[in-house]
């Protein structure tokens, strides 16, 4: 179990940090084609994308180097409830395009939560 959730962790971290980077700095590309972005202030994407960046580094760091690593299922919850927060925003400006991939993130975040409070739980 301990080596799925590493795997998941990665992934995920991989997904919100590259993610969070698109949300600060190509936030006039994803302003083409979501309306999310076009209608809700720059500063709260570019808030949201350096909070993804911060808790996808949460998922590694702390077990890795086995400093605090209670903060990697707290980086977890934090990603999923972002994750439904940014799905609530698509679903009320109607775009469908980016919603499974926050559904998946928050469903793989939720689980790593689970397994590393109860599971497979690091230090």
Not at 25 to 41: G, H, N, W, Y
Not at 95 to 102: E, H, M, Q, R, T
Request: aromatic share 12%; proline share 7%.
């Amino acid at each position: 179990m301990n080596i799925l959730l590493w795997v998941l962790q990665v992934v995920l971290a991989l997904l919100c940090i590259s993610g969070g980077a698109f949300q600060i700095f190509k936030i006039d590309e994803l302003q083409t084609t979501v309306a999310a972005m076009r209608e809700l202030p720059r500063g709260l994407w570019a808030f949201l994308g350096g909070f993804g960046c911060l808790t996808g580094l949460c998922l590694i760091v702390p077990g890795a180097i086995n400093v605090l690593p209670f903060l990697t299922p707290i980086a977890a919850i934090a990603i999923a409830a972002q994750s439904i927060l940014i799905a609530g925003f698509y679903v009320h400006y109607g775009d469908s395009p980016p919603l499974p991939y926050v559904i998946v993130m928050a469903l793989m975040a939720a689980f790593i939560a689970y397994g590393r409070f109860a599971l497979s739980p690091l230090g």
